[in-house]
């Protein structure tokens, strides 16, 4: 059984940028999120983030991909694309959740999970 918590932040968002991959960095320590059920949406140590995808022509309103509140949330967010262990509308509902969790409006939350289920990665889990 799980017990209710508060959602927040594990460990230090400590990256690394990749050489020669302008859009990639590595993770060096383990980082998580728990949200309000108190799942732990685990980001190993070393995994490779490749940060908010948002698209250059929106950066000067929602951030670039590795700045701003949303940062944090990109990172259990793209570990959780790329191993598909979740569903993908869990995983987009933990990411405007983690957003919340460090500040962000609850409107640009909102905004960016709506790009992400728009353009953002789907998967099946059998």
């Not at 968002?13 to 999120?33: G, M, N, Q, S, T």
């Not at 728990?34 to 950066?59: C, H, M, N, Q, T």
């Not at 995983?91 to 640009?108: I, L, T």
Request: positive net charge; charged residues 25%.
């Amino acid at each position: 059984m799980l017990i209710k918590t508060n959602n927040r932040f594990i460990g230090d968002a400590r990256l690394d940028f990749i050489k020669y991959e302008p859009r990639k960095v590595i993770l060096l320590d383990d980082f998580a999120y728990v949200d309000k059920k108190g799942f732990e949406w685990f980001a190993p140590r070393d995994s490779i983030i490749d940060g908010s995808s948002i698209p250059f022509y929106l950066w000067s309103l929602i951030g670039s991909p590795f700045t701003g509140l949303h940062r944090l949330a990109s990172i259990p967010h793209d570990v959780y694309c790329v191993t598909k262990s979740q569903p993908h509308k869990k995983v987009h509902q933990m990411y405007e959740d983690a957003c919340r969790c460090n500040g962000v409006s609850s409107f640009k939350a909102n905004l960016l999970h709506k790009g992400i289920k728009l353009g953002g990665p789907k998967w099946s889990i059998h």
